[in-house]
């Protein structure tokens, strides 16, 4: 069983920054993709941004040339650094891990943004 610990999330003015951080462990043999989803009120999740164990990484168009990924694979910890942010980012947001065939979820961290 693996377990994500989410950090990073509250309240910002539209246009400020946040780093979210996720760090995964327990039974961790080789981590494959990481990465992040979110829930806005009302809406589905959405993909926000992955990066696989090459660091190759993917982004939802909405938050392209704002948000930025990263993984620290000697931490088994997953970032996202996101800039310029938008009212319309307020979601609940959730770190993904893949490992194995398997993916873990972490319980959501809240990022609200004010205009």
């Known amino acids: 069983q693996v377990q994500l610990v989410e950090s990073g999330g509250g309240l910002v003015q539209a246009g400020g920054s946040l780093r979210l951080s996720c760090a995964a462990s327990g039974h961790i043999s080789s981590i494959k993709t990481m990465g992040w989803h979110r829930q806005a009120p009302g809406k589905q999740r959405e993909l926000v941004a992955t990066?696989?164990?090459?660091?190759?990484?993917n982004y939802a168009d909405a938050v392209k040339e704002r948000f930025t990924i990263a993984r620290d694979n000697a931490k088994n910890t997953v970032y996202l650094q996101m800039n310029s942010l938008k009212p319309e980012d307020t979601a609940v947001y959730y770190c993904l891990v893949q490992v194995g065939p398997y993916v873990d979820w972490g319980q959501g961290t809240q990022v609200t943004v004010s205009s």
């Open positions: 990066i696989t164990s090459g660091s190759r990484t």
